[in-house]
Nanobody
C-alpha cells in the first residue's frame, strides 16, 4: 500500500514557475514508477511526466523543455518543476505510483496503482 500526498500548487501568473512535491508512504517507494497527471475541468486526466526507479524520465510533448521531474528515494518524494506556465496549464495535478510490470506504459493512467488527492494549479493571464 502506498499513500501519496501532493503539495506545492497555487496561483501563479503566466510565465511563472511552480514546484510540485509528492510525498509517499511505504518502504517500497523506490520500486515504483512515479508519474504526474493533470485534469482540467471537463477534460480527461492526462499524462504530464514520469520517472522510473533508475531515473529515466518521460514527458508529454506540451511539457518537454519546460518541466523537470525528479525523485529523491531517500525522502520518498517526487517533484515536478514547471516553468513558463500558461493559463491552459490550469488544472488539478495528481501524483501516481505504479509497479513497472510487463507492458507498463508510463503515460497510461490505467497502469498506475495509487493516486494522490491532487493539488490545484491556477495560472492567471
Amino acid at each position: 500500500q502506498v499513500q501519496l500526498v501532493e503539495s506545492g500548487g497555487g496561483l501563479v501568473q503566466a510565465g511563472g514557475s511552480l514546484r510540485l512535491s509528492c510525498a509517499a508512504s511505504g518502504r517500497t517507494f523506490s520500486t515504483y514508477v512515479m508519474g504526474w497527471f493533470r485534469q482540467a475541468p471537463g477534460k480527461e486526466r492526462e499524462f504530464v511526466a514520469a520517472i522510473t526507479k533508475s531515473g529515466s524520465t518521460g514527458y508529454a510533448d506540451s511539457f518537454k523543455g519546460r518541466s523537470t521531474i525528479s525523485r529523491d528515494n531517500a525522502k520518498n518524494t517526487v517533484y515536478l518543476e514547471m516553468n513558463s506556465l500558461k493559463p491552459e496549464d490550469t488544472a488539478v495535478y495528481y501524483c501516481a505510483a505504479g509497479l513497472p510490470m510487463f507492458g507498463f506504459s508510463w503515460a497510461q493512467k490505467g497502469d498506475y496503482d495509487y493516486w494522490g488527492q491532487g493539488t490545484q494549479v491556477t495560472v492567471s493571464s
